[in-house]
């Protein structure tokens, strides 16, 4: 069965600290897991994604996600974090086709303390 | 980047009636196009995968006769709910995936909310 486990519902970090949110998926073949934003009241911003290739993956506003087979994990990471970091952030898992649904982890609320 | 686009964002409807929202796909093409409601401070659910000039595949627990999903081009997938009631109340968003292989990805629309009064 395909699915996304975030352990984490609400992380408060302060401003300029590290970030690391957790993801655990569970899926039968090569997953294609994807990290998003939500702002409040607001549609989904794609962070990063990754299908293949190096299992460090770069994304967008300085965030990193590191993909672990073994552990079946995609944490999301930023060594430095912003007040406009606050959001709620999503991992999802899919398939490889273009007709493969995506799955979403029940989302992590970040807070930034000043 | 490619962009998702919906219509309306906001919409308030008397219950009973039947409301209609649009996703489009801006600059690409977009085999398939995906429906997810999402309720306050939760997360997205899937309600159904849409694919171009075929019937939408719906998830486990999605009335289809409710929640009419047409996907009438490669730009242009619409949600209908029909008869709604408070409880269909909820914020809608589409997504449309682009590209073959490493390339392909997925792109969110900025939701419509749906208030049934």
């Known amino acids: 069965a395909q699915s996304v486990t975030q352990p984490d519902i609400h992380i408060t970090v302060s401003e300029g600290a590290s970030l690391e949110l957790r993801c655990n998926y569970s899926?039968?073949?090569?997953?294609?897991l994807f990290w998003y934003v939500q702002s409040p009241g607001q549609g989904l911003q794609l962070l990063l994604k990754?299908?293949?290739?190096?299992?460090l993956v770069q994304g967008i506003k300085g965030f990193e996600a590191e993909f672990k087979r073994s552990q079946s994990s995609f944490n999301l990471r930023k060594p430095s974090v912003h007040w406009s970091d606050a959001a709620e952030y999503f991992c999802?898992?899919?398939?490889?086709?273009?007709?493969?649904?995506?799955?979403f982890g029940s989302g992590t609320r970040l807070s930034i303390r000043p | 980047g490619a962009v998702v686009s919906q219509h309306p964002s906001w919409v308030i409807c008397k219950s009973g009636t039947s409301v209609k929202i649009e996703c489009r796909s801006l600059?690409?093409?977009?085999?398939?196009m995906f429906w997810y409601r999402q309720f306050p401070k939760q997360s997205l659910m899937l309600m159904a995968t849409?694919?171009?000039?075929?019937?939408?595949?719906?998830e486990q627990g999605v009335e289809k006769d409710k929640f009419l999903i047409n996907h009438a081009s490669l730009t242009l997938s619409t949600l209908t709910v029909t008869s709604a009631h408070p409880e269909d109340s909820s914020f809608y968003i589409c997504?449309?995936?682009?590209?073959?292989?490493?390339?392909?990805?997925?792109?969110f629309g900025e939701g419509s909310w749906l208030t049934v009064v």
């Open positions: 997504s449309a995936r682009t590209g073959q292989g490493a390339g392909n990805t997925i792109y």
């Open positions: 899926y039968g073949a090569t997953p294609y």
């Open positions: 990754y299908f293949s290739g190096d299992t």
């Open positions: 999802a898992v899919g398939g490889y086709s273009s007709a493969s649904k995506i799955i």
């Open positions: 600059d690409f093409q977009a085999t398939t």
């Open positions: 849409s694919n171009e000039g075929s019937k939408a595949t719906y």
